[in-house]
């Protein structure tokens, strides 16, 4: 996990392909301390669990 409040996610090359930050909104922060991660494994789709176990959220890349 981390207390950054932030998601990097990177290419097979090694390059930052997106930077996933903190936003508080309307429904509330859509990101806390990260816990976990999980990739779909056919789709651009990536799972973030807080680290509190407080809430889950779902990323959806339409890149690909």
Known sequence: GTNSESIRVFNAEGKNFSTIRYNEGFLGP???????LAFHPLRALLAVGTGDNASLSLFASSAF
């Open 30 to 36: 859509r990101i806390s301390n990260v816990g976990c």
